[in-house]
């Protein structure tokens, strides 16, 4: 059965739906960590590199951790459709396994970043593909919380997702306020990389569920090995469901086959793809990834009725009607009247003829005998063991009900419906399934523990490069040459102040505090970044000619100059049109330095 255009118009703009959900939690997760770092003043560095490297490792921690926070909110929130669902019960560890993954994740890749950025030179390029990294690691660390997403999935979404913010961020952060830069910048980052992590997986996953609650809302969410859980019971199940029991129901995909275990009708089986299941207030219908076989023709791929495209149902006498795929089976409530024997809890199992694959039966595992009227008008007696092979027109008399067998060619009355369309050749994809795939076998586990023993290896390594190569630092010294420039009889460099203004300041190595003029500090109480909270009180100050000047005190949120840049810097205010001074509230916290009148640079060590 093809797909029409708009079927599959219809499920591609259900997975950009929920890739922007996902992407916007990513956001807000994202933007709260960049707030709380700059609470935290984790944008300052220190001169000493092995400093540099844990504080940024720490800040991309902290970002990565509420990023991935946010991610998973979003995946509660959006199978449970209500926030307060998502504080109970076992979210509330996944959400802290979460928090710290995130944050290991975030560390590591901060960390690293840092290294070769200090080590290979300053390079956009650079940047970005350190953030590429940064969002790759995020992704494997919430492949290990988020149901069914796999790690290869998580780690190429990540990947993608971090590229792209990385690229926004750069350019964010060269138009305006550094501060600005990074709160939004992060934000961006946050949203690429929930985004394309969700596209990732409804791109290459093999089999999801949609949960229908009515007319226009629709929830997809990916099958895999970890069962799918619904019900009225909020704290252990993915989806709820009122006025049901507190398990339900619950789907898995396994070797190419969804199974239901239906706790309301107590049946536990292969289910096919696209025959919807009503449970309480919901409609639930599994599907599988579209397949192309050698033709070129449309098939499910993954359980199908029989061979040429045949299906078969049972439709009992009251109205009642099963689909026949292999593997199904069917329970007392299902056939009423019938009695399971004593090995068994079912009454009936479709089965394939072992010797011919394409004949099906249907096997009585009940204790009573069955009797089957052929289309032919033949009778035969279906002893328990035994098995009726499927015939269209086939009538079965269970003894206290009856039932006729009935068939169908594809895309007629038994509909098997069938997803979407492909994006990516088919070989692309059947390769990225066998890769993703996220059994805990042999090869996982080693797979894992390498990753691992790499990500430590690249943290040593980075700090290596760091600390041998890092640009502006003497081999010898290891210190950092900022440029100065001849002013009379003094040096001059510059400086930015509160990530608002940046101007020259004169080097007194005599003035015991940092001296701004008055228009400074207007300019800085007008944008916001000054405010009276931070003054603290008032000084009289000697100057180097002898004379004494009275000003307001104040601590500077942040200063810096070249690559050093602190917090809580005291200030006070000069006179309009004096001559900003960088004095020792600022230079005694550099630790070692001099001054190089050859060169004409200042030589700060660690």
């Known amino acids: 059965m093809s797909v029409t255009g708009s079927s599959a118009s219809r499920g591609n703009i259900g997975n950009w739906r929920k890739a922007s959900y996902f992407g916007l939690c990513g956001a807000g997760g994202g933007l709260v960590g960049a707030l709380l770092c700059e609470i935290l003043g984790l944008g300052s560095e220190p001169a000493a590199f092995v400093e540099v490297m844990v504080k940024v490792g720490v800040w991309f921690g902290i970002i990565g951790a509420l990023i991935a926070v946010g991610i998973l909110l979003g995946h509660v929130t959006y199978a449970a459709r209500s926030f307060s669902l998502a504080l109970i ?16 994740s975030g560390f590591i890749a901060g960390a690293v970043a840092q290294g070769l950025y200090t080590g290979i ?59 600005f830069g990074r709160l939004f910048g992060i934000a961006i980052i946050g949203f690429a990389i929930g985004l394309m992590i969700m596209l990732a997986d409804a791109l290459f996953r093999e089999a ?52 239901c275990d239906d706790r309301i ?34 098939s499910v791929g993954a359980v199908s009725a029989s061979a040429g495209g045949t299906q078969w ?12 795929v292999e593997g199904v089976r069917l329970a007392p409530k299902d056939i009423l009247g019938l009695e399971p024997n004593d090995k068994n809890v079912w009454v009936a199992e479709v089965l394939r003829n072992p010797k011919n694959p394409a004949v099906v039966g249907l096997k009585n595992l009940s204790r009573h005998r069955w009797r089957a009227t052929f289309a032919t008008g033949r009778q035969v007696d279906i002893d328990p063991g035994r098995s009726l092979r499927l015939e269209n027109g086939t009538h079965i008399n269970f003894g206290t009900t009856e039932g006729r067998i009935r068939s169908s060619s594809s895309g007629n ?40 023993i790499g990500a430590v290896i690249l943290v ?13 630092r003497s081999a010898d010294a290891r210190t950092e040459e900022i440029k100065l420039e001849s002013s009379g009889n003094t040096y001059q460099l510059k400086a930015t102040i509160n990530d608002t203004v940046k101007i020259n300041f004169t080097l007194d190595t005599g003035a015991s505090d940092v001296l701004i003029p008055a228009e400074v500090a207007l300019t800085l109480l007008g944008s916001g970044t000054l405010s009276e909270r931070d003054f603290i009180g008032y000084q009289t100050y000697k100057l180097a000619d002898g004379s004494t ?55 700060v060590g660690r």
């Not at 009515?214 to 019971?233: A, F, Q």
Request: a positive charge; charged letters at 15%; one cysteine or more.
């Open 121 to 179: 030179g300053p390079t956009e390029v650079l940047r970005v593909i350190c953030w590429g990294v940064a969002g790759g690691l995020l992704g494997i660390a919430l492949s290990f919380q988020i149901p069914n997403l796999t790690a290869l999935r998580g780690f190429a979404g990540g990947l993608a997702g971090g590229l792209a913010g990385g690229i926004v961020f750069i350019g964010i952060s060269a138009s305006g306020s550094q501060t």
């Open 89 to 104: 019960g076992s979210n509330i560890p996944r959400l802290a396994l979460g928090l710290g993954f995130g944050g290991v």
């Open 265 to 298: 009708n107590n049946r536990n089986g292969p289910v096919p793809f696209g025959v919807p299941m009503v449970i309480g207030s919901i409609t639930v219908t599994p599907y599988g990834a579209e397949t192309r076989d050698s033709a070129g023709v449309s």
């Open 460 to 472: 040593v390594f980075a700090a290596m490069i760091g600390r041998d190569h890092s640009p502006n």
């Open 549 to 603: 000047l009275p000003s307001a005190q104040f601590k500077l949120r942040d200063m810096e100059v070249g690559s050093h840049r602190l917090t809580g810097v005291v200030a006070s205010v000069g006179p309009v049109g004096s001559s900003p001074l960088l004095g020792q509230s600022f230079l005694s916290r550099l630790g070692s330095w001099t001054i190089d009148n050859q060169q004409q640079v200042l030589r």
């Open 208 to 259: 999801w569920i949609e949960v229908r609650y009515g007319p226009r809302e629709t929830r997809s969410l990916t099958l895999g090995p970890e069962p799918l859980r619904m019900g009225s019971d909020a704290a252990h199940c993915a989806i709820y469901v009122k006025d049901t029991p507190a398990m339900a129901c619950a789907y898995r995909f396994e070797q190419g086959r969804v199974l």
């Open 313 to 324: 149902a049972l439709s009992l006498k009251g109205g009642r009607e099963f689909t026949l």
């Open 413 to 452: 009355a038994i509909p098997i419906q069938q997803q979407r369309y492909q994006l990516f050749p088919n070989t692309t994809v059947n390769l990225f399934k066998k890769l993703s795939h996220n059994s805990a076998n042999w090869y996982s586990r080693r797979w894992l523990a390498a990753v691992g």
